[in-house]
């Protein structure tokens, strides 16, 4: 569980709110990360926008982009 909780979705704007909204159907909950990044909306939409680009590039095989996105889970303690 996260150290510092992330902001009351219902209070967030629209478009941030559907974004968790569709985290939670295809995950089971919001992104942690990206939850926190909410606290700031503007470093929010950077960290979004950065890994949507990595995303879309190619440069990173999804096996290997998964791989990555665990350890940097266990890293932080966090459920992935």
Same mark, same amino acid.
Do not use: W
């Given at each position: %569980?996260a150290r +510092?909780?992330?902001?009351d979705i219902? $209070?967030?704007? &629209?478009? =941030? *709110?559907? +974004?968790?909204? *569709?985290?939670?159907?295809? /995950? #089971?909950?919001? =992104? &942690? @990360? ?8 503007? +470093?929010?939409?950077? %960290?979004? #926008? %950065?890994? @949507?680009? =990595?995303? *879309? ?10 791989? =990555? ?5 266990? +890293?932080? $303690?966090?459920? /992935?």
């Open positions: %569980m +510092i909780k992330g902001p219902d $209070k967030l704007d &629209t478009r =941030l *709110k559907r +974004i968790f909204e *569709k985290q939670a159907e295809h /995950y #089971g909950q919001p =992104l &942690t @990360g990206q939850l926190l990044a909410a606290h700031a909306p503007e +470093i929010f939409n950077g %960290m979004r #926008g %950065m890994f @949507g680009a =990595l995303h *879309k590039s190619g440069l990173l095989e999804a096996s290997l982009r998964n791989l =990555l996105n665990r350890h940097v889970a266990l +890293i932080n $303690k966090c459920p /992935y």
